[in-house]
């Protein structure tokens, strides 16, 4: 066998090893007890538009094969915001790009955070995995009141529980998840107040404020035993000021999903898309959209204006840092559309509708 054949064995049983308790909990785990569904086999989700995730296997031929290319170490941004304490105008958003797929928005007097992670790597261990390149964009202690928390999923770049618990401690949110996701975040942090709900559920937020959690093209894991026992969704988040439709993780596929949200709960003023980690495309496409497809997608929802995410924070697969926004703007450029109309955010900027 080829030494680097074996350092990446070696590897997968290091972490393994490291993240015994981790993968013991999640063989025996049972995250969500209900009724048989359409996309829930009464202990596993499904999506029935979707496909099955990648085998271990197919994981396995990637880290052999893999060429990635290197990242820099640090990729510092100059933007760092603080944020005001309310935008309490119901006509106005305020949306910062926090890094990967975090951002704060505020809208109609609350302060909501999406997929919120300030750790320093994303990974079930904290000295292995990938490691964020950049600070986020908003230090945690200037962070305003935050009245509600939306998780789209359980992987560890999009449920980060030390962050979760430290806004949970100083904040006192309600986390609105998935089901199944408020298993996951009670074991870590009993204190946590965590609701979780189906896909096509309206949950207020405010008086002027609610969010429905609708499908998207994913699917769940925190270890080697429980995968999809987690729901996942993309958000559709209404107020006064019009809809944004906030996706998580996505493949792309037919682009139904992208379709059916304009057609139950269009129009869509602002989409939040991720345009990253996406290579190799054989073995991403059916979980992550590359910048070409997050174009169909916004074009599918019938938004306004789009916001990229999911990018040049930390090193997850193997295109560059700096790829996706470039074949963002092409794209846009392609398609017709303006370069405004879909922006890429560096950590700390900040978009006022």
């Known amino acids: 066998m080829p ?4 350092k990446i064995i070696t590897g997968f049983k290091t972490v393994a090893n490291a993240a015994g308790g981790v993968g013991a909990l999640t063989r025996l785990s049972r995250y969500y007890n209900g ?6 086999d009464g202990l596993r989700f499904f999506d029935p538009q979707g496909s099955a995730p990648k085998s271990f296997f ?3 031929r990637w880290q052999i094969g ?3 290319v290197a990242w820099p170490k640090q990729d510092p941004s100059p933007y760092s915001d603080t944020p005001p304490l309310r935008v309490d105008n119901a006509r106005d958003w305020r949306a910062t790009y926090v890094g990967h797929a975090s951002l704060l928005l505020q809208v109609a007097g609350i302060n909501v ?3 919120p992670v300030w750790s320093k790597r994303v990974s079930p261990v904290t000295f292995a995995g990938p490691r964020r390149v950049n600070d986020p964009g908003i230090s945690f202690d200037v962070l305003p009141p935050i009245d509600a928390v939306l998780v789209s999923h359980c992987h560890y770049d999009h449920m980060d529980m030390p962050t979760l618990s430290a806004v949970a401690a100083r904040h006192r949110p309600r986390f609105i998840v998935p089901l199944g996701n408020d298993t996951i975040i009670r074991s870590y942090d009993a204190a946590a107040h965590v609701d979780a709900y189906d896909w096509y559920v309206d949950v207020p937020l405010s008086r002027n404020v609610k969010v429905v959690l609708v499908p998207t093209r994913h699917w769940s894991s925190r270890g080697a035993f429980d995968r999809n026992k987690a729901l996942w969704a993309s958000f559709v ?11 998580g993780d996505s493949g792309y596929g037919d682009g139904f999903h992208f379709r059916n949200v304009r057609t139950l709960y269009g129009p869509i003023r602002l989409a939040i898309l991720p345009i990253g980690a996406y290579e190799p495309s054989w073995f991403m496409r059916d ?14 929802t019938g938004a306004e204006r789009a916001l990229a995410h999911h990018f040049g924070t930390f090193p997850l697969t193997d295109e560059a840092i700096d790829e996706p926004p470039a074949r963002l703007a092409a794209a846009l450029q392609q398609s017709g559309l303006p370069s405004d109309a879909f922006v890429a955010l560096r950590p700390g900027q900040v978009l006022e509708l």
């Open 3 to 6: 030494s680097s054949q074996k």
């Open 287 to 300: 979980m992550h959209m590359d910048p070409e497809e997050a174009v169909r997608a916004f074009i599918d």
């Open 66 to 68: 893999k060429q990635p």
């Open 35 to 40: 009724p048989i569904s359409d996309h829930f």
């Open 237 to 247: 988040i209404e107020t006064p000021a019009g809809r944004i439709l906030f996706v």
């Open 113 to 115: 955070l999406l997929d």
């Open 58 to 60: 197919d994981l396995l």
